[in-house]
């Protein structure tokens, strides 16, 4: 069982920025991967960005080059980072924290998801 609680969501005016952060705790934490994935009213959850337990990422294509996915590692406690740059409306939905053992970058390898937080960006 991995426990994730995600922080650091809010309301920005596009072009803005936002860190989210997501802590992942309990047993064997370590050997698992960790996503992002956000989803808006309607529509299906959809991966941001992930990273691998060994450090490699991927990010959606909306999101390349704006967005940052990092990690701090420790035995069974993971601190997951999101760091949003040049924020657009497009980008408002609820991020998730995502925690798979064999992978975070699809839905389908996703064991462990947190509560959600909300990201707003106005015009």
């Known amino acids: 069982q991995v426990q994730l609680v995600e922080s650091g969501g809010g309301s920005v005016q596009a072009g803005g920025s936002l860190r989210l952060s997501c802590a992942a705790s309990g047993p064997s934490t370590s050997l698992y991967s960790f996503g992002w994935f956000r989803q808006t009213p309607g529509k299906q959850r959809e991966r941001v960005a992930c990273i691998a337990s060994h450090g490699d990422t991927a990010y959606d294509a909306s999101v390349k080059g704006r967005f940052t996915i990092s990690q701090d590692r420790a035995e069974n406690t993971v601190q997951l980072h999101l760091q949003m740059e040049s924020l657009n409306p497009d980008d408002t939905a609820v991020y998730y924290c995502?925690?798979?053992?064999?992978?975070?970058?699809?839905?389908?390898?996703?064991?462990?998801w947190g509560r959600g937080t909300q990201v707003t960006v106005s015009s």
């Open positions: 995502a925690a798979g053992r064999y992978g975070a970058c699809v839905i389908t390898a996703v064991n462990f």
